[in-house]
Nanobody, 123 residues
Framework: QVQLVESGGGLVQAGGSLRLSCAAS????????MGWFRQAPGKARDIVAA????????YYADSVKGRSTISRDNAKNTVYLQMNSLKAEDTAVYYC????????????????WGQGTQVTVSS
């Protein structure tokens, strides 16, 4: 089992920045690909960004490309999502996930999920 706890969400004005963190415990963190997903009210869950076990492969959704940076610190068992130039449409619950993926952006490849952290962007 891998336990994931997200933090760093909150209320921010449009154009602002947030840094989300996801702390993992349980099995060896460096053995898992890590992803950030989000779900807005009434919408499906979407991939935001993902990073491979070594950090050598990274995926960004087009909606956040150029505004967000995913990174991981395997020594601290933590994955981060830095989000800049936030827009109202970034408002969602953000989830961290861990898994052994065939493609970083495929959500059903992720086995473990956190409880989520709310990000609200006011316009």
């Amino acid at each position: 089992q891998v336990q994931l706890v997200e933090s760093g969400g909150g209320l921010v004005q449009a154009g602002g920045s947030l840094r989300l963190s996801c702390a993992a415990s349980g099995r060896t963190f460096s053995n898992y690909d890590m992803g950030w997903f989000r779900q807005a009210p009434g919408k499906a869950r979407d991939i935001v960004a993902a990073i491979s076990r070594s950090g050598g492969s990274i995926y960004y959704a087009d909606s956040v490309k150029g505004r967000s940076t995913i990174s991981r610190d395997n020594a601290k068992n933590t994955v981060y999502l830095q989000m800049n130039s936030l827009k109202a449409e970034d408002t969602a619950v953000y989830y961290c996930a861990a898994g052994l993926t065939t493609r970083l952006y495929i959500d059903y490849d992720y086995e473990y999920w956190g409880q989520g952290t709310q990000v609200t962007v006011s316009s």
